[in-house]
């Protein structure tokens, strides 16, 4: 047994939390993207590139290191730590790992060098209106036509299309006897006749998107995967996906620790620093129990992942609930030791709260992903079926 | 007991009063556009008009009707009180944003007769807004720890500090101002309770950009003159002073009506058929009740201090109660919201949102509701010494 980071993950963390301590510093970079347009810097994306960090997770043949899970993590805690936003999840983790593991040889040559090296980047579009993160909530719809598809329907609350060259988009070619069956994967062109989308105001922490199609026309090369069987490869990529972006939770929620640690210990109030009294100590010590709980639960998950177990999925649907639950606590308990500092945007801290309420919901919230537990562990077998509704 | 709200036969004559006097002058003309989610958001025209409203509603009596006339109240009875909060309630009035109208308490209490005179009577008759001046960088729920000082220059005092997390909008025609007068001094017998006008030479302010946008400001003294005449109370009394308008502030009063109505209008929408996917995956229903009967439960502490307060009650922890019930209330129903809603509670998007937006801002709001005007802890720590559990003994300040 042995719990160290390897000699290449101790290089990836140091290196990384080096440049981005020197070139994101939160409360200029950090953000002055938040505050963007598009919240995308090609100087950092073009750096990011150089650095190797894009092409990472990407097998060698196809210009990427083929690195490990937990190699790719140790960068994404980093990324977290610094509440960097960058296409990275997007482009590579989900569209990117969706093409290798359903792609035809030949899409999988043609479109992974150019995600690994940054010059393609793809937005991922799954969930609707009606949001889900499993196949019952996939209802926009292909209908084969004349050779292709024609798409028709409304993806909600998609990060980085305004960015994105293409948009991998999850659509349902027909109904089956279960909601898995019946779906298949399109690459879409982002400037496709039909397809419009905007950004979504608000305080989700990356730049949400509608997309709307409206009888958008796509070649039947633009199909990845098998038709109406995508849903099985696109599980294991979002498997992969989701114990990356707890990766960058844990480090979010480590910086959260650190910064709430350290304001108690300098914020004088009535003649002590506030880290004196209990109160406080909870509050930060509560961070400090969510974040250890998050990244244990999240090294476990990259670790089966890495060596192929059957029981990956239920050890990140493990960490993604606690993560998705510690988080948002976590950004809370920091606002009530941080009191009115934490409420001033200079001070830079909502910017973790923003991710933390959004990283909530995406990729699972907690309950879908205890559901997912509920059924992996076969409670319905073990557990009696509940009784005494109230309704009628 | 009685929970329901009884009205009298004057009562419902009053009501009828106040309804077409509140018809004829509390519509804000279509003109002038939608009152903004936000107090930042309040226009310019928005603005004066609240102010002109205001000031109306003042001389009528009816901005503050418990308070004799002598002082530019109504004279009135708490039955007034009562049919006059549900009536101009019912109207959405941009807000003229004078919280220093807490100053009202330690006036009443502490100020001379002139003083009562000069500045609580066009306060209470809207006249005047007020902006409330606690808060330093370095101070916040350690308010007796203020550092803003006023140097004594004859029978003048010379002002210099700052101040942050002031709210208002626009501008103020008083700084109700708690500072420094004695460096020397003890910790609570060095402080003295200004009202003076916010236009004095030496006095700036900015915009404080926060998670919300309500409006809040840094307000900076550089050298301020400032007349004793405007000093209320004895010069190192401050701390005595300002505990009045504390009491106030910090749940006191109470209100009526419900607390949060963000709750209501959201179930009122669910039963209504919604055009957007809610708990996606939680159960929506038991995160639905949790917010009603968390809602419910602090209108319910609020009427309690409501009635405690216009019957003369004694109040100790009641106070500090009612502000930790609010912030306790939009803290977790934030949770609820999120559970319930996921990425939809976070936009403002006019399709995707809910209720106009006020869903995002209730997001925004939770991480604001832990503090101001103290905190979720102090609350507790104050109600703590009002219960006798701690070795600070306390009584609530007086207020009328």
């Known amino acids: ?392 | 007991m009685d929970f329901a709200m009884t009205y009298t036969k004057e009562q419902e004559a009053f009501r009828k009063e106040v309804r077409a006097w509140l018809e004829a002058n509390a519509k804000m003309p279509a003109a002038l556009g939608k009152v903004p989610l936000e107090g930042r958001d309040t226009t310019r025209e928005q603005y004066t008009w609240a102010r002109q409203y205001r000031s109306k509603l003042g001389h009528k009596g009816w901005l503050h009707p418990m308070m004799p006339p002598k002082y530019g109240g109504g004279g009135l009875t708490l039955d007034h009180d009562i049919v006059i909060k549900e009536e101009t309630a019912r109207y959405k009035v941009p807000s003229a944003s004078s919280p220093g109208d807490v100053a009202i308490a330690y006036l009443y209490v502490y100020a001379t007769e002139e003083q009562k005179q000069k500045f609580l009577k066009p306060l209470v008759q809207g006249d005047i807004v007020v902006w409330q001046l606690w808060t330093e960088p370095e101070s916040g729920v350690d308010l007796a720890s203020i550092k803003t000082l006023a140097t004594k220059d004859g029978d003048d005092f010379i002002i210099n500090g700052s101040k942050n997390y002031i709210s208002g909008i626009y501008e103020a025609d008083y700084l109700n101002t708690l500072v420094v007068t004695d460096p020397k001094g003890p910790r609570h017998a060095n402080l003295g309770q200004f009202f003076f006008p916010a236009n004095l030479p030496g006095i700036s302010w900015e915009y404080q950009e926060l998670i919300t946008r309500s409006g809040q400001h840094f307000v900076f003294f550089d050298n301020v003159r400032v007349s004793r005449e405007y000093l209320v109370g004895g010069e190192t009394q401050g701390w005595r002073v300002t505990q009045s308008s504390l009491e106030m502030e910090h749940g006191t009063e109470g209100g009526l009506g419900n607390r949060e109505p963000l709750i209501q209008d959201l179930i009122a929408g669910w039963k209504e058929g919604r055009r957007n996917s809610l708990a996606h995956g939680a159960d929506a229903e038991e995160q639905l009740v949790d917010a009603y009967i968390r809602t419910k439960l602090a209108s319910l502490i609020a009427r309690r201090n409501f009635w405690m307060f216009n019957t003369k009650r004694t109040q100790t922890y009641q106070g500090p109660q009612n502000e930790w019930w609010g912030r306790e209330t939009r803290i977790r129903n934030a949770e609820h919201l999120l559970e319930l809603l996921g990425p939809h509670s976070l936009t403002s998007d006019p399709i995707w949102g809910l209720l106009d937006g006020r869903v995002e801002l209730a997001q925004r709001g939770a991480s604001m509701a832990t503090h101001g005007n103290g905190s979720y802890e102090i609350d507790k720590v104050i109600m703590a010494r009002r219960v006798g559990l701690s070795r600070t003994k306390e009584v609530a300040a007086p207020t009328h």
């Open chain 1, 1 to 392: 047994m042995d719990f160290s980071l390897t000699s290449t993950q101790v290089m990836i963390k140091d290196s990384a939390r080096d440049f981005l301590s020197r070139e994101c510093p939160l409360r200029t970079v950090i953000k002055a993207l938040d505050d963007s347009e598009t919240g995308f810097s090609p100087d950092l994306w073009r750096q990011m590139v150089e650095m190797g960090w894009v092409g990472m997770s990407l097998p060698t043949e196809y210009g990427g290191v083929g690195s490990s899970f937990m190699d790719v993590a140790t960068l994404f805690e980093e990324l977290g730590y610094a509440c960097v936003t960058v296409p990275l999840l997007s482009s590579v983790m989900l569209a990117g790992r969706t093409i290798l593991e359903a792609g035809s040889s030949q899409q999988k040559a043609e479109l992974l060098p150019s995600i690994g090296n940054g010059s393609r980047i793809l937005a991922f579009a799954l969930t609707e209106p009606d949001y889900g993160w499993s196949p019952e909530f996939v209802g926009l719809q292909a209908r084969s036509e004349k050779g292709g598809y024609v798409l028709n329907g409304t993806k909600l609350f998609v990060p980085d299309v305004q960015i994105a060259d293409e948009v991998l988009v999850v659509a349902r070619t027909s109904k089956g006897d279960s909601p898995e069956k019946g779906i298949t994967l399109f690459r879409v062109d982002k400037n496709a006749p039909g397809l419009s989308h905007r950004i979504l105001a608000g305080w989700a922490a990356d730049k949400m998107n509608e997309v709307v199609f409206k009888d958008v026309r796509v070649p039947a090369s633009a199909v990845v995967g098998p038709v109406d069987g995508a849903w099985a490869p696109l599980q294991r990529a979002l498997d992969g996906a989701t114990a990356i972006l707890c990766s960058y939770m844990v480090g979010s929620m480590q910086k959260l620790f650190e910064m709430t640690n350290e304001y108690s210990q300098n914020r004088i109030h009535f003649g002590v620093p506030i880290g004196t009294f209990q109160r406080v100590q909870d509050y930060v010590i509560d961070i400090l129990n969510n974040t250890d709980s998050a990244r244990w639960t999240n090294y476990e998950a990259l670790t089966k992942l890495d060596e192929g177990m059957a029981d990956a999925s239920l050890a990140v649907s493990t960490a993604k609930a606690v993560a998705s639950q510690g988080f948002p606590r976590s950004a809370m308990d920091a606002h009530h030791v941080h009191a009115g500092t934490g409420g001033d945007t200079r001070y830079g801290m909502y910017l973790y709260t923003k991710k933390a309420k959004t990283y909530h919901s995406y990729l699972g919230d907690a309950a879908y992903h205890k559901k997912r537990i509920a059924h992996a562990l076969d409670l319905s077998k073990q557990v009696p079926a509940g009784r005494g509704s109230a309704r009628p």
